[in-house]
């Protein structure tokens, strides 16, 4: 079955701009959770969504925003962005967002601000 | 604040060498532990987890780790790396008196496998 798909890959915008990201689960999992990868900070916790709702929210200003639909797509919207945004954007979905559930990671989005 | 430290950033073995990879996180509660492995050009994908029972698991392509609980660690081995193995190594943890699945990254090792 097809793995975690997130469009666009890759994205540059500038200093202020906003951005929307798109991850579409597997087929069946509910869970979509977010992720940012920076060199400096690693891997970091944004986001997670179960049945449209956020059920967990990392430590990030509120410019950054996602919601899920009622397909489990979801969308995460990084507003006035600024030049320490630029990062990998993951994301991952689980079945039924249990602690035993495993997750499956996208191929990311690469957005770079200039 | 809860944090997970991986002890090298970079390690650079020969084939057949034997792997150990540190990993020590700082969370007093109950937590599921993984780690991911991201080969170039692929997604992170799941080498192994712990949730309970034997603090040994084995995951896949023959690694392992073991739970020290007393130590808050879980640290990765092999015993005779390959060259496929090349890759980063991120520990993570799942503290689970929190909602949901958020895992909390350590900052990565870059395994380097020389044939």
């Known amino acids: 079955k097809a793995g975690v798909t997130q469009t666009p890959r890759y994205l540059i915008k500038t200093r202020g701009q906003q951005v929307t990201l798109s991850c579409s689960p597997i087929?069946?999992?509910?869970?979509v959770s977010w992720y940012q990868q920076t060199p400096g900070q690693g891997l970091q916790f944004l986001f997670e969504?179960?049945?449209?709702?956020?059920?967990n929210k990392g430590n990030f200003p509120g410019r950054f925003s996602g919601r899920q639909f009622s397909n489990s797509r979801s969308e995460m919207n990084v507003s006035t962005l600024e030049l320490g945004d630029s990062a990998l954007y993951l994301c991952?979905?689980?079945?039924?967002?249990?602690?035993?559930?495993?997750?499956?990671f996208g191929p990311g989005t690469r957005l770079t601000v200039l | 604040a809860q944090s997970v430290s991986q002890h090298n950033h970079h390690v650079i073995l020969s084939e057949a060498a034997s792997l150990e990879l540190g990993c020590n996180y700082s969370?007093?509660?109950?937590?599921?532990l993984f780690w991911y492995v991201q080969y170039p050009g692929q997604h992170l994908q799941l080498l192994l987890k712990?949730?309970?029972?034997?603090?040994l698991v084995k995951g896949i392509k023959g690694f392992e780790a073991e739970f020290i609980k007393s130590k808050f660690s879980f640290n990765l081995r092999k015993p005779s790396v390959q060259w496929s193995d090349t890759a980063e190594y991120f520990c993570?943890?799942?503290?689970?008196?929190?909602?949901?699945?958020?895992?909390?990254f350590g900052k990565g090792t870059t395994l380097s496998v020389s044939s």
């Open positions: 991952a979905s689980s079945l039924l967002g249990l602690t035993d559930n495993e997750q499956f």
């Open positions: 087929s069946g999992h509910r869970s």
């Open positions: 969504y179960f049945s449209e709702t956020q059920r």
């Open positions: 969370y007093g509660g109950t937590v599921n």
């Open positions: 712990y949730f309970s029972g034997d603090p």
């Open positions: 993570a943890v799942n503290p689970l008196n929190q909602a949901g699945t958020a895992l909390i």
